[in-house]
């Protein structure tokens, strides 16, 4: 950042190239950077690597882990992983959290895209303040809710449902995800609406046929960070379900490091992997959408 | 069609009407699941139950008064300042420093960008439970790296200020990814020509930092601080696993204080009145920084 585009340009002196130590200094001085870089990255990195490696160690390899070295396992297996898998109650949770993560994105999404049209598009009376009625809870942070949701679920009868997370889990991403398709729909010119009124189209021709395809990548932004919400999601899951028919994935980790006495690391690391391992996939795949995504939410 | 039919007349009411209709379901979404139990949650905070006959009676500030002169409460209230505290102020560093960074190299830039995000898709169990096995006595990173350079290896999670260190660490691994993400969307807009202007005045390296880039992205800065702040003050996912509150109440920030008394103790009262507490901490702290940062 601070070489700027003609210090770049200048090559080193024939002198420094001449002596060796002048010219690690000048190589130092000039790629410093990359010191911190690799520190902060390590620190990132490590919390997950140090579990993926426990996953496929034995017990008492874990247990008996003295120097760095033993970072590496001697006789990687599969086991927690099999044993994670066979648990019976495993496919149950794991259905609950991607059920739970595709009810309620597609809701919010598509109540978001209704209300970011509306928002892109329309000048109504009332608009600002409904904006900010929608845009305000956001910064309520959700387990501040709790109490009230557990009575407002239990006197609406919905206890222990995945109805009911899909519900509020969907009401919880909306306002993000009616903010960043707003942003978007605001972006496309209008003279495309106006072309397909004039021939005729109406709303919901103009939003399925030419908004929704042409606005693609923000659609996508919307539903990876509703996804992700949800499926990492807490506090109700925790609050709201007794049993494990609606019980999902962070809270069935949550309760396994509770329950098990001696810690059988091996199999609480690998159940750690295989719950995040799936939106990791997907940051893979679509890391530049949430990239832009974060980055609009954030900024307003 | 004639412009004065009925039928006119009631299509173009109809079409007025189309924003409103739009907007209806994302509203009532948020209307029913966020604004109602807050305003329900205040209301309730200014009345006392009896458990036993579920009689509710108005107390006022009554709760209030009680709940801030409760040694637990004042407790998890200085829990929650020094791990709200402790997570800025190293989130701050960290994640300026590793914007810095990503905006300085050249090469391989998606892949550290990437690396950056990665606590950011990690639910907050999934983290607490990596850094509780990272610091845990039986095969954790920290523990090794002590025993490997022959110092004698300490309890991390059994001592109250270690643990809370502990949480702090966690918390800011789990928060850092969206403040830098900010900040360095916020690096990236800046004209290189400042910086040229800088070195012709004679003003390198730190002193760049500090009245050249730091002034830029003044209004990131906001946003991370607001951010981290906000996640902080009701952090409850990262410290429920990790510490459980422990050891004693020495980790017990409000949130899981909170839920410990209205679903443990069932004094829903004392538990409106905390989620209230939070929410005011939040709002109060966000105007605050708008001020400061001007964003």
Known sequence: MWNTAKARQQKPFKSIRRNSMKRMMYIISKNWVWIPTIILTIMFITPILWSLSASFKSMVEIYSARTLWDFLPKNPSLRAYGEVLAWKDFPVVFFNSTFLAISSTLVAVAASILAGYAFARYAFRWRHVLLLAILIPRILPRVSLIIPLYELMVSLGLMDSRLWLTITYSATAIPLASWVLAGFFAAIPNDLDEAATIEGASLWQILWYILIPVSWPGIVTALIMCIRESWNEFPFVLAFTTSVSARTLPYQLFLLRESVGVQDWSVVNAFTILSILPMLMVFVILQRYIVKGVTLGAIK | ?295
């Open chain 2, 1 to 295: 069609m004639n412009p004065a039919s009925k039928a006119y007349k009631r299509q173009k009411m109809l079409k007025a009407m189309y924003p409103y209709f739009l907007i209806a379901p994302a509203l009532a979404f948020v209307m029913l699941i966020l604004a109602y139990p807050v305003v329900s949650g205040f209301i309730g905070s200014l009345y006392t139950y009896d458990m036993f006959t579920l009689e509710s009676e108005f107390a006022g500030l009554n709760n209030y008064l009680r709940l801030f002169t409760n040694p637990r409460f004042q407790n998890s209230l200085l829990r929650s300042v020094i791990l709200a505290g402790g997570t800025i102020g190293l989130g701050l560093f960290l994640s300026l420093s590793f914007a810095l960074c990503l905006n300085s190299i050249r090469i391989f830039k998606a892949f550290f960008r990437g690396v950056s995000l990665v606590p950011w898709l990690v639910s907050g169990i999934a983290a607490a439970v990596m850094f509780r096995f990272l610091f845990s006595g039986n095969g954790g990173l920290i523990y090794v790296l002590y025993e490997s350079l022959g110092f004698q290896a300490v309890s991390w999670l059994g001592h109250s200020g270690r643990a809370m260190l502990v949480l702090i660490l966690t918390n800011t691994w789990f928060l850092c990814p969206f403040a830098i993400l900010v900040m360095f969307a916020g690096l990236q807009t800046i004209d290189p020509n400042y910086y040229d202007a800088a070195a012709i005045d004679g003003c390198y390296g730190l002193r760049t930092l500090w009245h050249v880039t730091v002034p830029l992205i003044k209004p990131m800065i906001g946003i991370s601080l607001i951010w981290l702040s906000f996640a902080s003050f009701s952090i409850f996912d990262i410290v429920l696993p990790t510490t459980g509150g422990g050891p004693g109440r020495a980790t017990e920030v409000m949130a899981v204080a909170m839920y410990r008394v209205a679903f443990h103790a069932l004094d829903y009262a004392t538990g409106y009145a905390i989620m209230t507490v939070i929410l005011v901490i939040n709002i109060a702290m966000s105007f605050v920084y708008l001020k400061l940062f001007r964003v």
